[in-house]
């Protein structure tokens, strides 16, 4: 069934399986900071200022002709001293004195709307549950994640129109899943931050704002987390204190580029700064990040961006970081190194006392609102009913086109690891009955992942094979944590009594979550030993693995009776049909790992807060880039069900001077280094007997420059839709001078002359011989450092 | 004769005294810079893009919809590097092949027109020639210093048209006169670096731009010189290389607040870095001046600043700073601190060797010009000739209020230091004869000082005396800096003919100027035997005191027979017209010295480069705020022809609580701190015979606040129009309470609780007890520090 047809049968406001209200969100009362109440404001609607007929009209900040950052200035200039630092926080009161309504700066869109006021029934009582980013990112489709952000945003609109919702998002979460077991892996699109989370940053931030620039911002969107927050509480290490020790290097080639992607490329509005510490100095306090790099390398100040706190992370500069001698000085520091809206209540309650202890000073304080208002300004909320993207309501919410993306994104990222023919299923007269055992068969808000929107239905795996003409034997078998084997006999009993077998497990939210990490990558609970029973049972058995995060599989890849293996992720509110359609073979899987499935070992090799990527020591080196071991399914693997032949189209080498690359115009590219330099073209035709998409990684490797070099890494993702049997299309993808940069030690991103390679996947099935002569070139310079004594105190 | 009919008695094209264009600027080959070409602009006329016709027509820097910062970025993307490192020197080529015309960077206006294509006759031949910045200021006139400007940028304007000047000017000169001996004093609006250099700069920016925060700048204003420059030649000590050791407390109190002022308050487009050093970093290499108080603190990012290197100041950071290795890398990190063009060559010769030995990137250099661009397009200047300015013409310089104005900004800078009734001259029938004797007695050109306008007249003393009713009777008598005395009879003579005797000397470009300090504030050459022997003659003697910096007049004021002493600084064009016409009795001096006329030893005591204001060891503090000794005319000082009553008017106390203060509203006032706290009036009466101006400083004093606590502060100045004999009127001073702050020793600017008094003139005659209460409170915050490691470089 297409999506489009789905979403009809199922009936849009009659669905078939109705999703429960079961928001799990960080505890922050757990965590050590006392003060932090819960959010409250979900539970009050929100409104726009009236800049007609309230105490505001005839203001300045009302005045469409004067420019966003001094409307703003003029309204906080309005407000005494208490009234600015009331709302310095994420539920900000307003001012009622002047008629500035109570805003939320805290809402969520990661993959679909939460955090926001939501009735019980009626108009916003749900909205669109996509996949986890992750699965999305699987499918190499930069379009889609834009037409995700188009839809969310939409939605967020609407949803602010209604008075549910502010006018920016906590999102993406574009951190890099560098360590396997960190519970939130899930919510980013994976493990490559250099060129796939920033191509990610740059689509979601884009089409969430609605363009690069644009006059309105659609939705301000704020990057997270600023910066090397990639652990939640492994072996006890709570991220609110974790301090991680990160080179120069790595800082600019791995922990910070899709920051700079997010903010100087694609202009995000917002950015968060995060709970743990980098080199000794707390996030949400480090000027170093928030001045240095963000607003002096990256320009943020160009557009009117404000920075949040991550949440209940300023109280964290005192509390557990110690980085200032009491919560008083945290939010006086934290103010001054450049966090303007604190999520949590620290300001409300220390801005004052701060000011009084001379700590910091008003015109910083007001600096701080006046940044997150000038971007409320830009986006409209000052103009009245008629400005841009004020129309969209409700029914820009009801739409199928939202419920069809989230179905098509999820079948687009479901990953194929293993199968040796087995899939599709044949349904045929003696093959027409399917076991659907395992801890995910009938999984509904287990399949949406954290940060889960209230989608209108979720569609199980039971539920969809109950819906298909497959007789289906459902069985429980097993928890995702489960000891015990009660469940065992029933689920053999009901694999005995199919012609096919399909297991539905992986994990879930009980294992990886925020403030979840994992402590190992196994299989957990009994699911190995439940697999195993099924798999000698003589009879077709499919294993899906749901879950952001890898678990090792060496079992089930090493076990010729386990016949297929297919990475489903959190594949959202459509995710139990888009499964049974690609194992039924009505679509065909083209997603690919964007993840490294490590062996289980490799978490006990290292300390996972050891941030040094590069091999040394018992640490075989982090991400598909260093890894020096033998994983057990590579970043980018992911089996087509047709075989695809791959030729080289157009040139397959080419020499170019560097520095001729980077002296020349680029007049349709704000940077020089994103003019394109090569276009990588290889012809590739479905030699198999099955329509099927085509997904492809580019990869580069080099003898170039100094060691140690990456053993590759990737420069180009494309995917091609539909090619029928004997069908041929041409991949092209441009490669621009930037994406063949590397860090030095002094953190540097340097082109370095001499050879490479570009070749496709890991198959290396079209190689392109590139050579580049002339000098080494820096695209972008790490910050130069003060000297020592010239700051003015001696 | 008032000004008014002066110029048209003179006759506008006619005048009477012409100027010859006797500019001597700074010759640059002289000092260490074999690469800083003379100046070649002056010889080619200038022109505007072509957006109509031109090769950009229809390219996104000439679409006045979009924001200016990115038509600017899409201008710089169409070059090509080499076209973009040729125009981020002051005398930039342009882009031919894009029909971007040359641009000269480098334009004067310190107190009128200079460095502009000139022809010998017609058109733009001559423009006005103010009064130095020294001696307008004295005036008190805030409002004159307003006009000025305003006068000033449509004379820039209108050459601009005409194709013969820039869009921005390295204008104002605003460094603290700190020291003595300092050879650019002249240039500078005196001593009181916190307050009253603050408010000239507000007024020249303001005016010259167009208003704060214009939609389009009349006049880009650089501010210079950024920071800690106040010595040229000092004991051999080169400005190129000098480095100043300077605390945090004497950077946020005296060397910064101006500059403060210039960016945050009054929205500059520009700043210029230094020559020299502070605390070991050259002032053109240093992130913290550039990034961080300027960008990060002050904000200038957003109005799309630029900032220019001092002229060779780029190469000064290689020698003789050394704070780069060799000039390659000096231009890149002087680029990359924030000096976005080079006043100079250095970055056409070495940014590109610069990038392809990686230390400097592309984007930084695109950044550097996009900024200078981004003013530019703010300005109009891709607009077309319909756009705000374009407009003014030679028939806008060629207006009487100019010349007015000069005349008028001469006559209310005099400051009368002595006078025993002598002054004014009593012309009578027994009285009717003037020897008018000295260096400056026939002076033109000395009257205008450095940076000189060429104006299309200018009348001498001597001149003025001649058209006046007085006989004259003039003698050279000597030199500034004569040791011969072949001249002395000859003035004695003269002397002895006539009923009175003027002597006309001083300082001038000789002694004092650009790259030339003065090694001692004595009267130089044989000025003072000359005087000195004229006193003997019992007859009426006056001294005009010329040149910027003071000296000591000890001999002259203890010299009874020297009847009257007059500072007379560098008066313009209409100068010798001013100075008669006081002496005379047509006008009445009313001003005020900006710097302390200190005793000769005081240069002696401690090394001039010693920036620490406070008193210390042999260093009896510097500056009126600090100075322990006896000044021979404080700071201050300035006599009338009547005498004044002054009394309280209005409230003499009042008390207010600080944080109270800092809690309100601030409406109208974009900080907090410019919010008047306190109306300071007092009732002045004219109780002598004679018409005259009055003017006013208020200073305040405190028991507040830690030790050492400076003596006095200026907080406030006046200045009234003619009153009548027996007439009254009320001076009203408004005080914030921004300017009661101090720097603490951290660099914080502090109010702190506790008695104030807020006295009327160095006499006090007036007294308003203030007491505030409450906490002390921040009103600046210095900047956070980088704690050691936190950047990345482990």
């Not at 599989?553 to 509110?573: E, F, I």
Request: charged letters at 15%; hydrophobic letters at 35%; proline letters at 6%.
């Amino acid at each position: 069934m297409q999506a489009a047809t789905l979403a009809a049968g199922l009936g849009l406001l009659a669905p078939a399986v109705l999703a429960q209200n079961n928001q799990s969100y960080y505890d922050y009362t757990t965590n050590g900071n006392p003060q932090l109440d819960q959010r409250t404001l979900a539970t009050i609607p929100l409104g726009f200022p009236d800049c007609d007929n309230g105490p505001l009209a005839g203001t300045t900040v009302c005045n469409t002709s004067v420019p966003a950052y001094q409307r703003a200035s003029a309204l906080v200039s309005m407000m005494t001293l208490e009234e600015v630092v009331n709302n310095t926080v994420n539920t900000a009161p307003g001012v009622p004195r002047l008629g500035v309504p109570p805003y939320e700066v805290w809402n969520e869109a990661l993959h679909g709307l939460t955090h926001f006021y939501q009735p019980d029934n009626g108009s916003f009582s749900w909205t669109t549950a996509f996949p986890q980013p992750i699965l999305s990112m699987a499918s190499m489709n930069r379009s889609l994640i834009h037409q995700i952000g188009d839809i969310i945003s939409t939605q967020a609109r609407a949803a602010s129109n209604a008075g549910r919702y502010g006018l920016d998002v906590y999102s993406p979460n574009i951190n890099g899943f560098r360590s396997p077991v960190w519970g939130r892996g899930q919510e980013t699109p994976g493990e490559d931050a250099f060129f796939l989370s920033s191509l990610y940053t740059y689509e979601y931030v884009t089409s969430m704002q609605g363009g690069v620039n644009p006059v309105v911002p659609k939705m301000e969107t704020v990057i997270k987390h600023f910066a090397g927050y990639d652990l939640e509480t492994w072996h006890g290490h709570s991220r609110l204190g974790n301090d991680l020790n990160i080179t120069a290097q790595n800082l600019a080639g791995y922990f910070t580029p899709q920051f700079k992607t997010g903010i100087q490329y694609a202009k995000a509005k917002g950015i968060m700064c995060a709970y743990n510490a980098v080199n000794g100095e707390a996030g949400c306090s480090d000027p170093f990040f928030l001045q240095t790099l963000l607003r002096e390398e990256w320009g943020f100040d160009k557009q009117n961006g404000f920075v949040s706190s991550d949440c209940g992370a300023v109280y964290s500069v005192f509390n557990p970081h110690m980085d200032a001698p009491n919560r008083t000085a945290a939010a006086a520091i934290a103010m001054r190194a450049g966090t303007d809206i604190d999520c949590g209540t620290e300001y409300a309650y220390y801005l004052t006392p701060a000011l009084n202890e001379q700590l910091i000073d008003r015109a910083t304080i007001d600096r701080a609102l006046t940044r997150l208002y000038a971007g409320l300004v830009e986006a409209g909320y000052f103009d009245g009913n008629s400005s841009m993207y004020r129309d969209l309501t409700w029914d820009d919410v009801v739409r199928t086109d939202a419920l069809n993306i989230s179905y098509e994104a999820a079948v687009e990222g479901l990953t194929l690891l293993k199968n040796d023919g087995n899939l599709p299923l044949k349904k045929s007269h003696d093959c027409k009955s399917v076991a659907l055992i395992g801890p995910f068969a009938n999984a509904t808000d287990q399949l949406i992942g954290d940060y889960a929107p209230t989608p209108n239905y979720i569609i199980s795996p039971l539920a969809a094979f109950e819906d298909s003409d497959w007789e289906v034997n459902y069985a429980f078998g097993t928890g995702v944590l489960w000891r015990n084997t009660s469940g065992f006999e029933e689920a053999l009993e009901a694999a005995r009594n199919s012609d096919v077998i399909v297991y539905a497990g992986g994990i879930d939210l009980t294992i990886e979550d925020e403030a979840l990490d994992r402590e190992n990558i196994t299989w957990p609970g009994n699911q190995l030993q439940l697999i195993n029973q099924l798999s000698q049972l003589g009879k077709p058995l499919t294993v899906l693995q749901f879950g952001g995060g890898q678990v090792d599989g060496t079992a089930l890849k090493n076990n010729d009776n386990v016949n297929s293996l297919m990475w489903c992720g959190y594949p959202g509110q459509s995710g139990g049909q888009a499964v049974v359609d690609v194992l039924s073979g009505k679509r065909a899987p083209a997603g690919r790992l964007v993840t490294t499935q490590y062996p289980a070992e490799y978490v006990n090799q290292f300390d996972q807060r050891d941030t040094e990527l590069q091999p040394h020591g018992s640490c075989p080196g982090q991400t598909y880039m260093w890894y020096t071991g033998e994983p057990v399914y590579a970043f980018g693997h992911g089996l087509f069900y047709t075989t695809f032949d791959e030729e080289v189209a157009g040139n397959s080498s080419g020499t170019f001077n560097i520095t001729e690359l980077v002296s020349q115009p680029h007049d349709d590219y704000e940077y020089v280094e994103h003019v394109p330099l090569v276009t990588f073209e290889a012809k590739v035709t479905n030699t198999g007997d099955m329509d099927s998409d085509y997904s492809a990684m580019l990869f580069a490797n080099t003898t170039s420059g100094p060691a140690p070099r990456p053993i590759k890494w990737l420069v180009g993702i494309d995917r091609e839709a539909t090619i029928p049997p004997g069908g041929s299309c041409t991949v092209s993808i441009e490669v621009p001078l930037g994406v063949l940069a590397r860090a030095n030690e002094a953190g540097d991103l340097i082109v370095y002359p001499g050879e490479y390679e570009l070749a496709l996947n890991n198959e290396r099935s079209v190689v392109y011989s590139l050579t580049l002569t002339g000098n080494a070139v820096p695209i972008a310079m790490w910050p130069l450092q003060l000297e020592e004594g010239a700051t003015g105190n001696m």
